[in-house]
């Protein structure tokens, strides 16, 4: 089905979706693209011939592994129930990838997450981002919740269509950024520039940070710079998806022609 992309690892690939009700969700809907789905050797009766009729409709193939095989695939050992699906992520992809494809003079515009931990927010921050027609969503593989139902649910479905990119860690997917010419800036409380108001870059790349302690230090050091999202009545922070969703509609703005042409 993926041909060109074999080669990829399947995190960077696939979501993987687990639970019997979000499998046949997931085989019910003809927006989404099943690679195949996976049941556990100990399932049985009425619920496995219900997927095997679900999966055979939609010509996808059904695998037998071990309990403990699912449980692994799946990441989840309470919420498997024995079955799940790996649905195709079609604009999910290696930020190498991404960055291979950009024209070197072409206006990009990314969302970076630095240990953001918390699956609704991460889901948020996806469907906003989506909305607002940003080129990607970096996810690293580390440090950030994989996408699984619970992100799937706070990005109202979104996440399977999210132009999600992948890297080992953040720090890294960043190097790799600003080494393609893209400016890597740190969403801060503290910084000088205004997200608001300063001239950005035609290829930036905005960082959020963890919910608690702000950007990392690996992070940090991978930064051209900082800008903040101007604060008034005393408050010192936001949530991390309501400043996704203002940075990411921000982005949209001076791309849509709203402001003076940024600098290059």
């Given at each position: ?6 080669t ?17 969700e ?20 009425a619920?496995?011939?219900e ?31 024995g ?25 990009c ?8 931990t ?51 860690s ?75 969703a ?19």
């Amino acid at each position: 089905m993926l041909a060109s992309v074999s080669t990829r690892s399947p995190k960077d690939t696939y979501i993987t979706v687990y639970g019997r009700k979000p499998v046949l969700e997931a085989l019910a809907d003809p927006t989404l693209a099943v690679d195949k789905v996976i049941v556990a050797d100990t399932m049985c009766g009425a619920m496995l011939g219900e997927i095997h009729s679900a999966a055979r409709r939609r010509e996808v193939p059904v695998q037998r592994a071990s309990a403990h095989r699912v449980k692994v695939l799946a990441g989840n050992g309470r919420h498997d129930q024995g079955v799940l699906a790996d649905v195709v992520a079609r604009r999910m992809r290696p930020i190498t990838e991404f960055l291979d494809a950009l024209p070197r003079e072409a206006a990009c515009a990314v969302l970076v997450l630095d240990a953001v931990t918390n699956p609704a927010n991460v889901g948020m921050v996806l469907r906003t981002a989506t909305a607002a027609g940003l080129d990607g969503v970096l996810l690293p593989r580390r440090g950030v919740p994989a996408i699984d139902p619970l992100v799937i649910k706070a990005s109202a479905g979104v996440a399977f269509r999210a132009p999600v990119l992948r890297a080992a860690s953040a720090a890294e997917g960043c190097a790799a950024l600003r080494e393609a010419g893209v400016t890597v800036l740190g969403l801060t409380s503290d910084a000088a520039c205004s997200l608001l108001r300063d001239p950005l870059p035609t290829r930036v790349a905005l960082v959020l940070g963890n919910e608690t302690d702000g950007l990392s230090g690996e992070v940090r050091a991978e930064l051209d710079g900082t800008i903040a999202i101007p604060m008034h009545g005393g408050v010192e922070s936001l949530n991390v998806a309501s400043a996704a969703a203002i940075a990411s509609y921000e982005l949209l703005r001076r791309r849509s022609g709203d402001v003076p042409a940024p600098t290059p």
